[in-house]
């Protein structure tokens, strides 16, 4: 016997429900990579920040782009 239009119609909302939950948990894993790329960007400036002798970068910046030698 053929499925009644209202079980056709549970499956698919039940289908549905369960597209939104993996699409939801899709988006927090891209966002948790992003989150930890930028921590990692973060510790390699402090990093290189540290390890900076000279001029600031901000200040060797300026100078490259006026043309200052």
Same mark, same amino acid.
Request: charged share 35%; glycine share 2%; aromatic share 4%.
């Given at each position: ?7 056709? #119609?549970?499956? #698919?909302?039940?289908?549905?429900? *369960?597209i ?16 930890n790329?930028?921590? *990692?960007?973060k ?11 000279? #001029?600031?970068?901000? *200040? *060797? ?5 006026e043309?200052?030698?």
């Amino acid at each position: 016997m053929p499925k009644s239009l209202e079980s056709r #119609l549970n499956d #698919l909302i039940h289908e549905i429900t *369960e597209i939104k939950k993996q699409i939801i948990l899709e988006k927090s894993i891209k966002v948790e990579a992003a989150q930890n790329k930028i921590l *990692e960007w973060k510790a390699l400036g402090k990093k290189v920040s540290s390890n900076w002798d000279g #001029l600031s970068a901000v *200040e *060797e910046i300026r100078q490259q782009r006026e043309k200052v030698w």
